[in-house]
T-cell receptor, first 112, second 111 residues
């Protein structure tokens, strides 16, 4: 069974540009989570999608947005990139609440 | 607010020695608890989980954790550490359908 896959692995953007990160969940998983792991800031919850709807978002500005597609894959968009957006962005999927979440390998976003 | 505390930022142990990583949480109800491990630049791998039942749970790679409600703790243990265990370890609690993570503990293994 394939795990959670994220693309691209690495992404370099300049300040002010937009970035799009993609995530494919494990087959049968309907929930997708996005986390930001910036240096020294730990794992910060960004967004939760379930059954195509945004269910919850963390304390991030509106320029962080995303969506979930009918096949449950998801993309995270970051507009007007700032230097401090440089981080490892992790996607996780799971079947439902109260079950374990499985993480992808992450997308390393570097803003220069 | 719900929180997870991992009081040790770094821990160094000798190969073959025992290991205990501490985790405390604040949560009103019976929590769902998790331990994840992350190698540098990689995603998170689930080591073990606690949902209910037996308070001592076994995980992968020889790890175990014990849930102690009275102490709001979920400490991770391993009887004999291997050099390949060097990584960062995260404790997490499920809250509001999302995982809230501790700050992590970096484990160094010396030979």
């Amino acid at each position: 069974e394939a795990g959670v896959t994220q693309s691209p692995t690495h992404l370099i953007k300049t300040r002010g540009q937009q970035a799009t990160l993609r995530c494919s969940p494990i087959s049968g998983h309907t929930s997708v989570y996005w986390y930001q792991q910036a240096l020294g800031l730990g794992l910060q919850f960004l967004l939760w999608y379930d059954e195509g709807e945004e269910r919850n978002r963390g304390n991030f500005p509106p320029r962080f947005s995303g969506r979930q597609f009918p096949n449950y894959s998801s993309e995270l968009n970051v507009n007007a990139l700032e230097l401090e957006d440089s981080a490892l962005y992790l996607c996780a999927s799971r079947r439902s609440s109260g079950t374990e979440a499985f993480f992808g390998q992450g997308t390393r976003l570097t803003v220069v | 607010a719900q929180s997870v505390t991992q009081p040790d930022i770094h821990i160094t142990v000798s190969e073959g020695a025992s290991l205990e990583l501490r985790c405390n949480y604040s949560y009103g109800a019976t929590p769902y608890l998790f331990w994840y491990v992350q190698s540098p630049g990689q995603g998170l791998q689930l080591l073990l989980k606690y949902f209910s039942g037996d308070t001592l749970v076994q995980g992968i790679k020889g790890f175990e954790a014990e849930f102690k409600r009275s102490q709001s703790s979920f400490n991770l243990r391993k009887p004999s550490v291997h050099w390949s265990d060097a990584a960062e370890y995260f404790c997490a609690v499920e809250y509001g359908n999302k995982l809230v993570f501790g700050a992590g503990t970096i484990l160094r293994v010396k030979s």
